[in-house]
């Protein structure tokens, strides 16, 4: 009885888990030209999370994102996204994806005849909220495309995206082009428009315009994921601190920067240990995770 | 799926409208501008009023700027590497989004043309009349041949399309140069195998002159059932054949390069 119990209950996680897990990627390989990106690249991303991807410059963030979205095809390997296999581009599937690119023309008419003509596409379009939104961001729906800063046209793609409600929210370099009001603006919008139902996946270098925003992170390096899982869960197992001098080669120590007044470390904790530490920063975690990537296996737990 | 498809029309129309707006402007100009010119020279050289210029002039926009737009109509969507995520996240199938820009440049730009052609006489005529006195000669769409320049420009159009598809930069002048090559290599291909065939029949010594005037002479004869039949066949591969399969490699070739565009 308690064998059936036990089974009947990791049957529902297993169902629970796969009905969560907004994309799935297995054994992936990419290649451009002779040139391989991925080999054997795997990922999962669950329901209800704001990812971020952080990664080197040519690590294959945006081809990653473009390989999800079905904008490239891998050479190997299994892609499912909501559901759907992103190759075959089905129209269900694109209507619940928004994509923003980092670089992208717009055409030349106004933003108010954007909208009219791009949002009847997205059976989900809330046309309260991108009032808010543009309200929020200060755009002028009259305005041409064509006389908008880079800055101007991302919020307005940003707004109208996140008005979209659609299942999956992908945005690349969001934040470049953004002034420093524009960059609060944009996390304080990003986080008023999350929802249990939705997943946002954020590439981004700009990882201080992303702090308490994204999480959990997603690291990609050398053509592998090398990291997928929460701050809180490094926090977990490791502890950073400030100590005066250079702690040498220590044991425990998996990374160490010099800073004004001494050196940061992260270290193991040890068993029962319960010290608070230093706030861990994404930037840090990116440095730790790169110069160790076999130290998180994938993830920190 | 026919309500996408109408987005997808809205669309096209709605980001080419400003270019589109531009183009229907200029003819208007044109027209106004020739038809001005013929009625003050014929008012002041007292040589009489030339006919009106629409006809002349239709068949030139009708295939110049209809092929020109035909070529164009992928370069953005299918060929920039920043602009052609939008076309490819757009919620909507690859053979959608084909038809939506084939059926404007085939169907719609030729009834668009017609109708910016009757409007601008329905303008430019009155005031010719009173101005110069030259006759009301409206633009008819019925006469002149239109349901041959129309066919014509179907099949055409459809040769345009392929190239727009095919080629990634430069597609109106690449497809004219290859519709010249592949013309004078099938030219080149018919005069050897004529020559071939004919000196089978007439000896070796006969001269390209000679087969040209003798084909001309003995063998075109509508009247023949022969030649009826091979010009059916004829009508049959060039009005039917070749568009469907202009219309159809350009599809693949769209499927194609949204695959492997980007790598």
Redesign the interface.
């Known amino acids: 009885m308690a064998n059936e119990l036990e089974s009947t209950n990791s049957a529902i996680q297993v169902a629970v888990s796969v009905k969560d897990e907004v994309i799935h990627m297995q054994d992936i390989g990419f290649s451009y030209g002779r040139k391989p990106l991925f080999n054997h690249l795997n990922l999962s991303v669950m329901r209800g999370n704001i990812y971020g991807l952080l990664g080197k410059n040519g690590s294959g963030k945006t081809t990653l994102l473009k390989l999800l979205s079905g904008q490239l095809f891998p050479s190997e390997g299994y892609t499912s996204a909501l559901g759907f296999d992103p190759v075959e581009r089905k129209p269900p599937m694109l209507s619940e994806i928004f994509y923003l690119p980092e670089e992208f023309p717009l055409p030349k008419m106004k933003a108010k005849e954007y909208l009219a003509m791009r949002s009847v596409f997205y059976p989900r379009f809330d046309h309260t909220m991108f009032a808010q939104f543009c309200k929020d961001f200060s755009l002028d729906m009259q305005q041409n495309l064509s006389e908008m800063s880079l800055g101007q046209k991302k919020k307005l793609l940003l707004a109208f995206g996140l008005a979209s409600n659609t299942a999956l929210l992908i945005l690349d370099e969001p934040t470049n082009g953004l002034d420093i009001p524009s960059k609060r603006q944009f996390r304080q919008t990003v986080a008023s428009a999350m929802t249990e139902d939705r997943t946002f996946i954020i590439s981004t270098h700009q990882v201080r315009d992303m702090e308490n925003l994204i999480d959990p992170l997603i690291i990609l390096n050398d053509g592998a994921i090398i990291f997928n899982d929460t701050v809180d869960s490094v926090n977990d197992r490791f502890v950073m601190a400030l100590v005066s001098s250079d702690p040498g080669p220590e044991k425990g120590i998996v990374y160490k920067e010099k800073v004004l007044g001494g050196w940061m470390v992260l270290k193991e904790r040890e068993e029962g240990e319960e010290v608070q530490g230093q706030p861990l920063d994404l930037e840090t975690l990116f440095n730790v995770v790169v110069e160790n990537p076999t130290l998180m296996a994938g993830g920190a737990r | 799926m026919m309500k ?1 498809f109408g ?1 997808l029309v ?2 096209e129309v ?2 080419g ?2 270019d589109l707006s531009i183009y229907a402007l200029t003819i208007f100009l044109v027209l106004f501008a020739s038809e001005t010119i013929n009625s003050f020279v014929a008012q002041y050289s007292r040589m009489g009023f030339a006919p009106a210029v629409y006809d002349g002039l239709f068949s030139n926009f009708l295939f110049i700027g209809g092929f020109i737009i035909t070529s164009l109509s992928f370069a ?1 969507d299918m060929f ?1 590497k ?2 052609q ?2 076309w ?7 053979f959608e989004k084909f038809m939506a820009k084939g059926v404007l440049s085939a169907f719609v730009y030729p009834i668009a043309i017609i109708l910016l052609f009757f409007l601008t006489s329905v303008v430019t005529e009155p005031i010719q009349l009173l101005f110069f006195g030259n006759p009301v000669t409206l633009f008819n769409p019925f006469t002149g041949g239109l349901g041959s320049q129309l066919a014509s420009y179907w099949v055409w159009q459809s040769v345009f399309l392929l190239g727009a598809t095919y080629f990634h930069k430069g597609h109106f002048f690449k497809t004219v140069l290859s519709i010249g090559g592949i013309g004078i290599a099938l030219a080149t291909l018919g005069l050897l195998f004529v020559k071939i065939i004919f000196s089978l029949k007439y000896g070796s010594s006969l001269r390209t002159f000679d087969v040209v005037f003798s084909f001309d002479r003995f063998l075109l004869d509508p009247a023949s059932g022969a030649i009826g039949a091979f010009r059916a066949l004829g009508k049959i591969l060039y009005y039917v054949a070749l568009p469907i399969f202009c219309w159809v490699t350009a599809y693949f070739r769209v499927e194609e390069v ?3 565009d ?2």
Not at chain 2, 88 to 94: D, F, H, Q, V, Y
């Open positions: 996408r987005l809205n669309r709605q980001t409208k400003r953005s920039s920043n602009g995520h939008e490819l996240m757009l919620p909507a199938t690859s949204q695959a492997t980007a790598v």
